[in-house]
């Protein structure tokens, strides 16, 4: 069974397709699952299977569509990641012992979907507990990246950048705090937005067994992952807004429309060096040619700028907050081996290495002081944003790695040019939009000399994600986006 024309199309095509009766809501359901059944085996990306239900939403999209019923998802298949409550299907997190907890409700950002009219085929694998830029665990096994099997696809929502790049459906949802969305973008060659913090209600995004209540996590968000540009916003409107818990039903979240609808508008800084991790040199040479087109298309580019926030100190400030909120949940062996780790630290080692186990142990006081800092970073953004519209950077120092599930992760190193970084040192690219909280577009820019994806983040002005998602479009429209991996382009 071939691909159909409908394969790799986008949601918005698929929408306004569907929307003229040139396909059925069925007939990309069934494409959508005849793409899993024939390249999953190789892949892994989709670990729960719904096939039945998604067929019968299907069907029901198709009569509501026959009454001609608009809504802005109806009859879209998707995938959800499997850490999303859906009624009666598992979520783990990748914890065995979870293995057989099944939610009674849906996720909110699940229920905003389907009550849109989409079509849910099932759930993307997970690393455990979320932490890992690779996508296994015991319960479900290793996802692969499409573009290169023996790679990782990107975590920890890999198992929906995979699907998205494999052709299972144009859309898919996931989580960021340490680049879990715009990662997997990047690594499957696919496009993902880390929205501003509180833009989209998390409830129900919850690891089994907690009950799904209302919740901010310090620093965490949920947002799209899709194959278009486009598509982003699609979802992103259908996804945002508070939860009716806590703001009331008829509260909604405007947000306001980007900055500029041509390229001639944009002011762009456009960066490719960090003091502490660089990017490799293929990432530096696409952003270079990306830069040089965005300059050509009639933007104003600029290579460096005063305003732009010491990236060192957002990195170490970064680590220290994001550990102090996940350490919380170590285990005491853990933090006990930490505490003894610190204090053989000197106080002058400001590696990242040294303030994540600082963060670990870290005291409500030192954690109420980063946050004070956190909050003159957000002014050095501001003031930032007030001069520029948007800032271009790495999300990852290298393409796709091949899969590495030693145990010890701070024994794993990646290799950056021919050095070998701390695996976990690579949070600094991510970290740079997560600790202000501000929204970032994951954007791919072709394939490197090894076939695989390449790609950058475009961030932007707090609470103005329009104006990334506009540029993604613009950018996408001009030079190209998603190409299909070679060995599933069928």
């Given at each position: 069974m071939a691909k159909s024309k409908w394969s790799f199309a986008s949601a918005v095509d698929l929408s306004a397709a569907l929307n003229a009766k040139k396909v059925s809501s069925v007939e990309l359901t069934q494409d959508a699952i005849g793409r899993i059944e024939r390249h999953d085996g190789k892949i892994n990306a989709v670990c729960v299977r719904d096939f039945d239900r998604a067929l019968a939403a299907a069907r029901e999209a198709d009569a509501a569509l026959g009454r001609g019923e608009k809504r802005p998802l109806l009859g879209l298949p998707m995938t959800v990641k499997e850490s999303f409550n859906v009624a009666g299907?598992?979520?783990?997190?990748?914890?065995?012992?979870?293995?057989n907890f099944k939610p009674a409700e849906d996720a909110l950002a699940v229920t905003r979907a389907k009550t849109a009219g989409a079509v849910v085929l099932g759930k993307t694998n997970v690393p455990v507990g979320l932490g890992d830029w690779q996508s296994y665990n015991e319960i479900y096994g290793t996802t692969n990246n499409p573009f290169d099997l023996g790679r990782t696809p990107g975590g920890s929502s890999g198992g929906s950048s995979a699907a998205l790049a494999a052709g299972y459906g144009p859309l898919s949802m996931g989580n960021d705090i340490g680049g879990s969305l715009r990662v997997p973008g990047f690594h499957c060659g696919i496009y993902a937005h880390k929205p501003t913090f509180g833009?989209?209600?998390?409830?129900?995004?919850?690891?089994?067994?907690f009950p799904a209540l209302p919740s901010e996590a310090d620093m965490a968000v949920i947002g799209p992952m899709a194959r278009s540009a486009a598509d982003l916003s699609l979802l992103l409107d259908v996804m945002a807004g508070p939860d009716p818990l806590e703001a009331g039903v008829g509260y909604r979240l405007d947000l306001p429309a980007a900055r500029h609808q041509t390229p001639k508008g944009f002011r762009v800084l456009v960066i490719d060096s960090h003091p502490l991790l660089p990017a490799n040199e293929e990432i530096r040479g696409a952003i270079e040619k990306l830069a040089g087109d965005l300059a050509k298309a009639g933007m104003v580019v600029t290579r460096e700028s005063p305003l732009l926030p010491n990236f060192a100190e957002t990195s170490r400030l970064y680590m220290r907050m994001l550990l102090a909120f996940l350490g919380a949940f170590f285990p005491p062996e853990a933090l006990a081996d930490a505490q003894q780790a610190v204090s053989q630290i000197p106080s002058e080692n400001k590696s990242l290495v040294a303030e994540r186990l600082r963060g670990m142990i870290s005291t409500h006081r030192a954690w109420v002081l980063d946050d004070?800092?956190?909050t003159r970073l957000r002014a050095q953004w501001r003031a930032l944003f007030a001069a520029f519209d948007a800032v271009i950077c790495p999300i990852m120092p290298t393409p796709a790695y091949p899969h590495d599930h030693s145990p010890d992760m701070a024994k794993?190193?990646?290799n950056i040019d021919g050095k070998d970084y701390p695996y976990s040192d690579q949070l600094a690219w991510p970290g740079i939009a997560t600790l202000p909280g501000l929204p970032a577009t994951a954007i791919p820019l072709g394939l490197s000399k090894?076939?695989?994806?390449?790609g950058v983040q475009i961030v932007g002005p707090f609470l103005e994600d329009r104006t990334p998602l506009k540029l993604a479009e613009l950018i996408e429209r001009e030079f190209g986006g998603f190409v299909p991996p070679a060995m599933f382009d069928d």
């Open positions: 299907l598992p979520t783990t997190w990748g914890y065995v012992p979870q293995k833009v989209c209600a998390s409830r129900g995004h919850t690891p089994p067994p004070g800092a956190r794993r190193r990646i090894d076939g695989l994806p390449l």
